[in-house]
T-cell receptor, first 114, second 115 residues
């Protein structure tokens, strides 16, 4: 089955800095890669996703890049703000089953210091 | 609130007891998922429904676990003869299946503690 590894497990940055979280996946058939943000005690929420036919996708301060050959994808947050502090999860799923059947990474605790 | 609703929010039970959780998805969503999340880990897929049909179950879902989605609306997850290892947050999510990806809308979860 799919295995998703996520690094780092914790990330601390100053407000205004950029943050990068990286994930690798094992199943070459995976073709959908969402990122979820989970604030303390709250539900996970989708912040951005990318399909395998796209190398990069951007939404305001958030961007995701995908390298299919190397089987890794990354989340980039620019101009970080204290409200970006949360746990971020990468995930992967494959065609042939439901795209909602996700394998999640272990999560990255992002702390943005004012 | 028109999001995904889960009840109860918290459940404390003794080992060996049965528990049942309920999930009410977003009304127009045809897919419903159950995930389990333990502290410090990402959610793990358990099972999913398309309308009323249960299409896939994870190997994590032992025979003590059963899920239903009668009439393709709300869903229940039952755990029989609970064990301490069942303690976790049980998350429900719903979606509208589409080509090329699927945005899951999660509920706030049911936190299960087995004593």
């Amino acid at each position: 089955g799919e295995n998703v590894e996520q690094h780092p497990s914790t990330l601390s940055v100053q407000e205004g800095d950029s943050a990068v979280i990286k994930c690798t996946y094992s199943d070459s058939a995976s073709n959908y890669f969402p990122w979820y943000k989970q604030e303390l005690g709250k539900r996970p929420q989708l912040i951005i996703d990318i399909r395998s036919n796209v190398g990069e996708k951007k939404d305001q301060r958030i961007a995701v890049t995908l390298n299919k050959t190397a089987k890794h994808f990354s989340l980039h947050i620019t101009e970080t703000q204290p409200e970006d502090s949360a746990v971020y999860f990468c995930a992967a799923s494959r065609r042939g089953t439901s795209y909602g059947k996700l394998t999640f990474g272990q999560g990255t605790i992002l702390t943005v210091h004012p | 609130d028109t999001g995904v609703s889960q009840n109860p929010r918290h459940k404390i039970t003794k080992r060996g007891q049965n528990v049942t959780f309920r999930c009410d998805p977003i009304s127009e969503h045809n897919r419903l998922y159950w995930y389990r999340q333990t502290l410090g880990q990402g959610p793990e897929f358990l099972t999913y429904f398309q309308n009323e049909a249960q299409l896939e179950k994870s190997r994590l879902l032992s025979d003590r676990f059963s899920a239903e989605r009668p009439k393709g609306s709300f869903s229940t997850l039952e755990i029989q003869r609970t064990e301490q290892g069942d303690s976790a947050m049980y998350l429900c999510a719903s979606s509208l299946a589409r080509q090329g990806g699927e945005k899951l809308f999660f509920g706030s979860g049911t936190q299960l503690s087995v004593l």
